[in-house]
């Protein structure tokens, strides 16, 4: 490159899902009810934590427990895999 020629930056997206209003209540009371909630997505891991705090379905202190929060493989992994309802056959990881 000569000159003052670059790059360009053309645009930078970020998007944020509203978590709708009743969804912290809905929580609090199932918790309350003694209802162990979990979330299951196949977001980013971060996304995840981010969202699920946000929700009230953990803390900021399970955020740092490794047992708390895991992705897909690892879940996979300490289920011993998973049977396909339709074939009655292990399922693979990307079943």
Same mark, same amino acid.
């Given at each position: 490159?000569?000159?003052?020629? !670059?790059?360009?930056?053309?645009?930078?997206?970020?998007? $944020?899902?509203? *978590?709708? =209003?009743?969804?912290?209540?809905?929580?609090?009371?199932?918790?309350?009810?003694?209802?162990?909630?979990?979330?299951?997505? !196949?977001?980013?891991?971060?996304? +995840?934590? +981010? *969202?699920?705090?946000?929700? =009230? *379905?953990?803390?900021?202190?399970?955020?740092?427990? !490794?047992? %708390?929060? *895991?992705? =897909?493989?690892?879940? $996979?992994? /300490? %289920? !011993?895999?998973?049977?396909?309802?339709?074939?009655?056959?292990?399922?693979? /990881?990307?079943?």
């Amino acid at each position: 490159m000569q000159g003052n020629e !670059g790059l360009t930056l053309v645009s930078v997206l970020g998007i $944020y899902d509203i *978590i709708r =209003g009743e969804v912290p209540d809905a929580i609090a009371v199932c918790k309350k009810a003694g209802v162990i909630v979990r979330m299951i997505t !196949g977001d980013n891991i971060k996304t +995840a934590k +981010a *969202i699920a705090e946000k929700c =009230g *379905i953990i803390t900021e202190a399970d955020k740092m427990d !490794g047992d %708390m929060c *895991i992705e =897909g493989p690892e879940f $996979y992994r /300490q %289920m !011993g895999g998973l049977i396909c309802t339709v074939c009655k056959e292990e399922a693979s /990881q990307d079943c």
